[in-house]
């Protein structure tokens, strides 16, 4: 049996070592159209921050080491051009000897993610700019920060990756202007959270601006137009607005596409032809909570797809069960997290809810480092249901963001929250933890 697969970073690289864990004979062979597999995508920006000092503790895994350890072939600079599924080939562009070739498939699985959104804006090609995707990205961002180390940076979107690289580029010693189009930043949060990020954001003197898009930029590169009438200066421009799947390989040989733009898996993520698989950014999965078709880009995701396509091609079959969406993001010493569905998503989709909100110390507050802690639950009023949670605070936020994305996976109500043993000390938590408190005032 031969396994092809396209992409050889967070789901494909996955998927190989696990397929391959499960199945020592199978042959596997991972293309990947740029020069790098297996890097921490989500480690680039706190290397552009010099938190990770080394490039290479970035890079999990080489075409050498996956060939020596794994027996798994890699071939990098290799892109996939085309999917013949009548004839179970695909078609391959090799950029190093710049020649083109087939090869066949028993099982095709697809995981070449997606691509940096590049916002409409009038003179944008003026501008020096740049996007976050792959480790060769972040190289030249890293060039361009060395060689000017005193420049300034205009950070379009204020979701994940904007607010990451906030702080990394300050951390980096560049001045950071941060424009949002939103009226808050993380609009995944609901407003009152998301000022707290704010609130932090300038303290530590970044230059936000919310409710506002660049309208245009000058002929000199540098001076941008806001659309609320203020003039920003900056050397570069860090596009983050959001990203697109990477489907045109899926289009192109007519396999399905749902409506949310992702392509189109079954549970065991496999696309309307039984022998491609879809996985990671690419796909449109399902959403725990509602069960309605949702594209979730993140990393736990694809890890967990990567296993799900493996075992099914290993004739193990077991089900992805949806996805929760659980994302945490660090802002300088605040931390926001959430999952699930925020007020405005279930507006949007008619789902009546209410909502419990607690704010408190993350531990007893006469242990030093004691910070407030911010929680809101949005549940059904029907049956205790969680249907979404945010959490923002300087500590702490992890594990309760853990633990309520662990009772949400288990079936817990909102109010089985106040049964939940906690491990107390004054230096954790306190005898009733915020998590049991959302519990208890939810009854
Ligand atoms: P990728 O990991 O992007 O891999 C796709 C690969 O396919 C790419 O290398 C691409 O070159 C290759 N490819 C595409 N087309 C072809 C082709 N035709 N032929 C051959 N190869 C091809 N998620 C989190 O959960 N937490 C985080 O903290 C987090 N931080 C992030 C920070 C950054 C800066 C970025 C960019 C992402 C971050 N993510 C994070 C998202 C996470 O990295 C993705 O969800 C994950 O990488 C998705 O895996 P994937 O396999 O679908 O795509």
Not at 158 to 177: D, P, Q, S, W, Y
Not at 248 to 259: F, H, M, P, R, T
């Amino acid at each position: 049996k031969r396994v092809l697969v396209i992409g050889a970073v967070a789901g494909g690289a996955t998927f190989a070592s696990q397929l391959r864990m499960l199945d020592d004979k199978i042959e596997i062979i991972v293309f990947e159209k740029n020069a790098t597999m297996a890097f921490a995508n989500c480690g680039l920006p706190y290397y552009l921050g010099g938190f990770v000092k080394q490039q290479d503790h970035l890079i999990a895994a080489t075409p050498q080491s996956f060939q020596k350890d794994r027996n798994i072939e890699v071939r990098i600079q290799h892109e996939v051009i085309a999917i013949d599924r009548d004839q179970k080939k695909i078609t391959i562009q090799d950029h190093i000897k710049d020649t083109r070739y087939d090869e066949t498939y028993d099982s095709l699985v697809l995981s070449p993610g997606v691509t940096p959104v590049v916002p409409q804006i009038e003179g944008l090609s003026h501008a020096n700019c740049y996007t976050l995707r792959a480790y060769e990205d972040m190289l030249k961002i890293d060039e361009y920060v060395e060689e000017k180390p005193e420049s300034s940076v205009c950070i379009v979107g204020a979701g994940f990756i904007g607010l990451e690289m906030a702080e990394n580029f300050k951390a980096r010693g560049l001045t950071v202007h941060l424009v949002q189009r939103a009226g808050h930043v993380l609009n995944m949060l609901d407003v009152e959270l998301a000022n707290t990020i704010e609130d932090e954001l300038k303290e530590q003197g970044i230059h936000l601006y919310t409710d506002t898009t660049i309208d245009k930029v000058d002929q000199n590169g540098t001076t941008l137009h806001l659309a609320n009438g203020k003039i920003i200066e900056a050397d570069f421009l860090l596009l983050a607005v959001g990203v697109k799947p990477n489907k045109q390989l899926a289009e192109q040989s007519k396999l399905d596409i749902g409506e949310t733009g992702g392509v189109k898996v079954n549970r065991y993520m496999q696309t309307n032809d039984p022998s491609v698989y879809a996985i990671g950014d690419v796909i449109e999965t399902i959403d725990f909570i509602t069960g309605s078709p949702k594209r979730v880009p993140l990393a736990w995701v694809a890890h967990r797809q990567a296993y799900v396509a493996a075992r099914h091609i290993a004739s193990e079959p077991i089900e992805f069960k949806g996805a929760l969406g659980t994302a945490i993001c660090k802002v300088f010493d605040v931390t926001g997290a959430l999952l699930g569905h925020n007020e405005k998503s279930l507006r949007e989709k008619n789902i009546s809810f209410k909502t419990v909100s607690h704010e408190s110390k993350q531990h007893a507050g006469y242990y030093p480092g004691a910070e407030k802690l911010m929680i809101k639950v949005h549940f059904s009023p029907k049956d205790g249901k969680i249907y979404g949670a945010q959490i923002v605070g300087k500590d702490g936020v992890d594990k309760r963001i853990d633990i309520i994305a662990t009772a949400v996976s288990a079936g817990l109500t909102v109010f089985d929250l106040q049964e939940i043993e906690i491990a107390y000390s004054p230096v954790y938590s306190s005898p009733k933890d915020p998590i049991n408190m959302i519990g208890y005032k939810a009854m």
